[in-house]
Structure formats: structure tokens, C-alpha cells
């Protein structure tokens, strides 16, 4: 059984394992650089599972910044029916793609 880690960034949850490719919202970090997101919700360590409250101590997930790019567009268009009122807007979401080099487990107390 493989360890997996659950995270929240950027308002999102993501289900990730080393070696996995994600897309967050934007970050301030340059390519090649490491980041280490530390809000992990839930760590699963050898089919034993560590559900934080409402994060797990001590765990954290490294990763390296591959690319800041921006998403395809999407088109916003508001109307409303026998007012002539209409709107257009198009938006790109601003995204970090990050590569998961390594889960890192807490530590665990003696009495455990």
C-alpha cells in the first residue's frame, strides 16, 4: 500500500503521493525551487492513517516548482432577459505546477 497525503492550498484539497504532478493557485516561488506545503489534513503511512485536527502535526509534503503558467480561458457572460443588459468577460486562472518529491511523516511519540 502505497503513503498518501491529503493537503489544502489555495482553498483546495489535493489527494497526493511522491512522484505526482499538481496544479495549485499561483505561489510566489521560482522555478526549480523547493516548496513545502505543511497544512496536511490527513497522512497515510504504511495503511495506518493520521487524521489531523484539523492538521497533522509534524507532516509536511516537499515538492519542486516546475512551471507558473495560466490556465485556458473561460468566458463569463451575464445577461438578463428584456433589459438589454448584457455582459462578456473572459478570465485566465493564474496556476504553479509542482512535482511531489517526498512525503515526510511526523514524528511519533514512544508511547504510541
Known sequence: MSNYAIVQTGGHQYRVRA????DIEKVDAEIGSTFEISDVLLFSIEGELLVGNPQVE???????????GKDDKIVVFKYKAKTRYRKKQGHRQRFTRLEVKELVAPERSRGQ
Open 19 to 22: 512522484g505526482d504532478f499538481i
Open 58 to 68: 509534524g507532516a509536511r509534503v516537499v515538492t519542486e516548482v516546475l512551471e507558473q
